[in-house]
């Protein structure tokens, strides 16, 4: 994630608003989040414009950072959640951890699309967040211009799951 032109002090909001939504993820509380006391004033879900970047993104890197602490490794647990995510939307594409790490093209869009799917229930949770929160769906985004940097997201959430069953456990970009 872009974080540069970032004052010491904005960089420490967007640090603590991950990191708390971070913990709400890790205590899957994610439905719940508006429920969960923290330093409002210290957010940037409820104050975005404590950091001097767009809102979506500070928004989508708080949702990444929690999709990893959910599903931090392509494990036969993601497998599962992705054929099933398949499964209710009808789709007949069955994936594993090998079609997967063989690049089979069609296991590759499954994942990415639940790797979307992912950043989109989220982004769409942290609206319920508190009263000032904003709302943001992937596809309206993407309409604002937001395309490129959702694919990066999406591209660096898979390859750290990737390299977490590996043992490579780097996290995304601060």
């Known amino acids: 994630m872009v974080r540069s032109g970032l004052s010491p002090e904005m960089t420490a909001f967007l640090d603590y608003t991950v990191s708390h939504f971070e913990e709400i993820a890790r205590r899957n ?3 719940e989040n508006n429920q969960v006391e923290h330093e409002e004033g210290r957010c940037v879900v409820c104050r975005p414009h404590l950091v001097a970047m ?9 949702v990444a950072r929690s ?14 959640e992705i054929n099933h995510d398949s499964i209710l ?6 994936v594993s951890v090998e079609s997967i790490l063989a690049g089979e093209g069609e ?3 499954g994942w990415s699309r639940w790797v979307r799917e992912a950043l989109d229930t989220g982004l769409g ?8 929160s904003r709302e943001f769906s992937l596809e309206e985004a993407e309409q604002k ?3 490129g940097l959702i694919e990066e997201m999406v591209r660096e959430i ?12 780097r996290s995304l970009a601060g």
């Open 54 to 62: 767009e809102p979506f993104a500070a928004y989508l890197e708080v």
């Open 107 to 109: 296991s590759l869009r």
């Open 67 to 80: 999709v990893i602490v959910r599903r931090p490794t392509l494990d036969q647990g993601l497998v599962d």
């Open 145 to 147: 211009g937001f395309g």
């Open 125 to 132: 949770l942290l609206s319920i967040h508190s009263p000032t």
């Open 158 to 169: 898979m390859a750290l799951q990737k390299r977490n069953r590996t043992g490579d456990s």
């Open 89 to 94: 939307a009808g789709l007949p594409l069955r």
């Open 29 to 31: 509380r994610f439905p």
